[in-house]
Every structure is written in C-alpha cells, then in structure tokens.
C-alpha cells in the first residue's frame, strides 16, 4: 500500500517562499517518477511539476519555471518542492504525485494560501 503524505503547506505573503515535503511509503521510491499537481478553487488540477527516478531530470510547468524547484532524496524516501516569489496566483492545494508511466498513487494535498 503507497501512501504520499504532504507537509509544508500554510499561508504567505506574495513574494515569499515555502517549502513542501510528500513522504513516501508502501514500495521502493526510488522506482518511481515523483511530481506535484495543485488544484486552485474552481479551476482544474493541473500539473506543476515532475522529476525522474535518479532525479536526473526535472519538468515544470511554464507557470511557475524558474520560480520553483522540485528535487528528490531518495535515501529519505522524501520529495520536494521549493516555492520562490509566491504569487497570489499560486494559491491551490498541492498534491504529491507517484508513478511509472502513470500518475498511479496521489497523497491528499496540502493547502498552500498567498495573500496579496
């Protein structure tokens, strides 16, 4: 059973940062590509971003490119993504991604709020 659990979440004035956390569980990280979705009120979830099994690449979305980094620590089972220069914009919560070819397993989000 993989379970994805998100942390890092909370409130932020535009220009700030934040850091999220997915903890992984339930089959060999390393396995799998890892990514983050986000899902603002009334719009659809959309795809931010995605990084490799050896963390070797990384893919975003053009909304946020050169504002956030996503990296991976395998030795801790532990995904990551760095938020730089929030924008109001980026409000939405953020669900932690797992898979091969497929988006297979998804944690339950974490609430991520910019205030302007």
């Known amino acids: 059973q993989v379970q994805l659990v998100e942390s890092g979440g909370g409130l932020v004035q535009a220009g700030g940062s934040l850091r999220l956390s997915c903890a992984a569980s339930?089959?060999?990280?390393?396995?799998?590509?890892m990514g983050w979705f986000r899902q603002a009120p009334g719009k659809e979830r959309e795809f931010v971003a995605s990084i490799t099994r050896s963390g070797g690449n990384t893919y975003y979305a053009n909304s946020v490119k050169g504002r956030f980094t996503i990296s991976r620590d395998n030795a801790k089972n532990t995904v990551y993504l760095q938020m730089n220069s929030l924008k109001p914009e980026d409000t939405a919560t953020y669900y932690c991604?797992?898979?091969?070819?497929?988006?297979?397993?998804w944690g339950k989000g974490t609430l991520v709020t910019v205030s302007s």
């Open positions: 991604v797992k898979g091969r070819t497929t988006w297979d397993y």
């Open positions: 339930g089959r060999t990280f390393s396995s799998d590509g």
